[in-house]
């Protein structure tokens, strides 16, 4: 069997490290949060006994719904609205969910000042780059049909 180590470079190791922990931190809290809501530990927007009744709706139509029913906005909740909501059960677990979206960009932002550092300025603007891209993108400032 071949040694697959002679050409990982310390790049490679930090990114799967951080990428590791920070995957089995969401998962962690995935449960956590899933447990909070399903026991009732904290109240969620629309209660448990409702919830079946807006799986068949588009989403479109359950935003209006559950904003009618329990909100009251004045807006539709979309985007990252939802960061208002965290109080609640159901919504809670939105976080595990948005730090496992997110921790390939907190891989990147880990690698990028060792490859600063060995002035490899090139990789390093790269990956500083995908980084930005990737906030960028998860911001939602370039929303397209909204």
Excluded at 36 to 65: C, T
Excluded at 124 to 136: G, H, V, W
């Amino acid at each position: 069997m071949k040694n697959n180590q002679q050409n990982v470079s310390e790049e490679m190791i930090l990114y799967a490290g951080v990428l590791e922990r920070g995957m089995y931190t969401g998962l962690l809290l995935m449960f956590v949060t899933f447990l909070l809501y399903i026991f009732g530990v904290l109240e969620p927007v629309v209660p448990l006994e409702r919830i079946d009744s807006f799986w068949n709706q588009p989403v479109h139509d359950y935003l209006v719904q559950v904003n009618r029913e329990f909100l009251g906005w004045d807006e539709l909740p979309i985007g990252w609205s939802w960061v208002k909501l965290l109080g609640y059960g159901d919504f809670l677990n939105f976080l595990p969910v948005v730090l496992l979206s997110g921790v390939t960009i907190l891989c990147y932002l880990f690698i990028v000042p060792g490859m600063f550092q060995r002035k490899d300025y090139w990789m390093a603007s790269i990956a500083l780059a995908e980084a930005l891209i990737l906030i960028l993108a998860a911001s939602g400032l370039l929303a397209v049909g909204h």
